[in-house]
């Protein structure tokens, strides 16, 4: 129970008059001091009465599956049935793995109509989590007290790998929800029709579009090339670290859950890797949607390991697995010299039967402490180690680029965007 202002008000009363009464020898005011406490107690036990025969009811309105580091709205719904209306104090938190801004908000309930409180969060980690109950607090009918009430909300919140980013981060010719170039070749699917050249074999002609137009139209035939992609994702000791608004590991896979919906959509086999110090889980590559919804189940699954990556491991293991030329994405750290070094003899592994390519994490944070002013000699020691840090990063960019690999690095909001574009490249250009 919390006092409000009438019942502080009363106290004060109950005060004033006891300071009075010491001081006076008349015994009535003496005793005046009683009566602003006994209205403050009889006030009290008759708010806790009333109290009792009013209920409120609770239903919170939770996503049951939510999409990685995407925002959404809480609503608690609040009712009563009394006539009498009541004011109530709610304080709304959202469990420790998700971000959001904990607040106390206040209410009127009346009679049969609905009060919400919203909060809005945003998952940071991958896992099932039950969402906790507010706590609430129920104004007397005399404005003396805040009394505390308890509910209970039965619901669970499971935390997904979102996809949904890939088509909606861009919708340009350079975004992340392009289509992807189509190139002429020898597939079964017309790209388009075109008039027609000295040379084309018959079997190109379209003898119906021909006919309507009343001149030779040929056809040009897309190109399908049927590529397998591995999406090796590093889930070890360092991917806990931050990296935006989540870890890295959820950044990591947020990109691989978009990355393997888009290569299906393009007829791509895409198998999954996840590692630490050895493989933990793998798939096969797979096309269609079967493929992806397993992939799902598998990258809903990843934790944090506390052991240290070895990619080594994961290259050797994706080498027995794909049998033919594939596209290996790793989703892994560049910063580390020694990661750096574990990576070059992966890809050693790996080359030149599949093209290996390395994403990893650019901290913005840390490039911009050389271009800030250093006004104390600690934050020189700081610009220091972020140059150092930057430089270690590019070296090691360089280093997997000179045996024949692709690597990049992009903040966490444009990793997916640089990912796409390259496997877009990598398409056009047949790398693969």
């Known amino acids: ?81 009394s006539r009498r209306g009541l004011s109530i104090q709610v304080a709304l938190s959202a469990p420790p793995e998700f971000a959001s801004q904990s607040r106390v908000e206040t209410l009127k309930l009346n009679s049969g109509t609905a009060s919400v409180a919203m909060l809005s969060s945003a998952p940071r980690r991958l896992g099932r989590y039950a969402w906790p109950s507010p706590k609430i607090r129920v104004g007397g009918v005399l404005n003396l007290a805040w009394w505390p009430r308890n509910t209970a909300i039965d619901r669970t919140v499971t935390v997904v790998p979102d996809i949904g980013g890939a088509v909606e981060h861009g919708k340009g010719d350079h975004g992340v929800g392009a289509q992807f170039a189509r190139t002429g070749g020898p597939g079964a699917e017309v790209l388009q029709l075109r008039d027609y050249r000295r040379g084309d074999p018959l079997r190109v002609v379209d003898w119906k579009a021909t006919a309507r137009r009343g001149r030779l139209v040929s056809r040009d035939f897309s190109e399908d090339q049927h590529l397998e992609v591995v999406v090796a994702i590093d889930a070890g000791r360092a991917s806990a670290l931050g990296a935006g608004e989540v870890d890295r590991l959820s950044l990591y896979v947020n990109v691989a859950a978009r990355f393997a919906e888009r290569a299906v959509s393009m007829d791509d086999a895409v198998g999954v890797m996840v590692f630490a110090a050895q493989p933990l889980a793998m798939l096969p590559p797979a096309r269609g949607e079967a493929a992806v919804a397993r992939i799902r189940d598998l990258l809903a699954a990843c934790r944090v390991q506390q052991s240290e990556s070895n990619p080594v491991l994961a290259a050797a293991g994706i080498r027995a697995m794909a049998q033919r030329r594939s596209l290996i994405l790793f989703l892994t750290d560049l910063e580390d010299a020694s990661a750096g070094e574990q990576l070059v003899r992966a890809v050693r592994l790996l080359t030149p039967k599949h093209l290996p390519f390395i994403a990893g994490f650019q901290s913005p944070g840390i490039e911009a402490l050389p271009l800030a002013e250093a006004r104390e000699a600690l934050n020189a020691y700081r610009a220091l180690a972020a140059v150092e ?44």
């Not at 004060?12 to 009075?20: E, K, R, W």
């Not at 903040?411 to 790398?431: C, G, H, I, Q, T």
């Open 389 to 432: 840090y930057v430089n270690t990063v590019e070296g090691n960019v360089r280093a997997l680029r000179a045996l024949g690999a692709a690597a990049l690095t992009a903040r966490p909001a444009d990793l997916d965007r640089a990912v796409m574009d390259a496997y877009r490249s990598f398409r056009e250009k047949r790398r693969i």
């Open 1 to 81: 129970m919390s006092l409000r202002r009438n019942a502080l008000l009363l106290i004060l009363l109950t005060g004033v008059f006891g300071i009075v009464g010491s001081w006076s020898t008349d015994p009535t005011l003496g005793r005046l001091w009683a009566l602003p406490a006994a209205l403050l107690l009889l006030g009290l036990a008759y708010e806790a009465a009333m109290l009792g025969r009013h209920a409120v009811e609770l239903d919170a309105r939770v996503p049951e599956y939510w999409p990685l580091a995407r925002s959404r709205p809480v609503e608690l719904v609040f009712r009563q049935s």
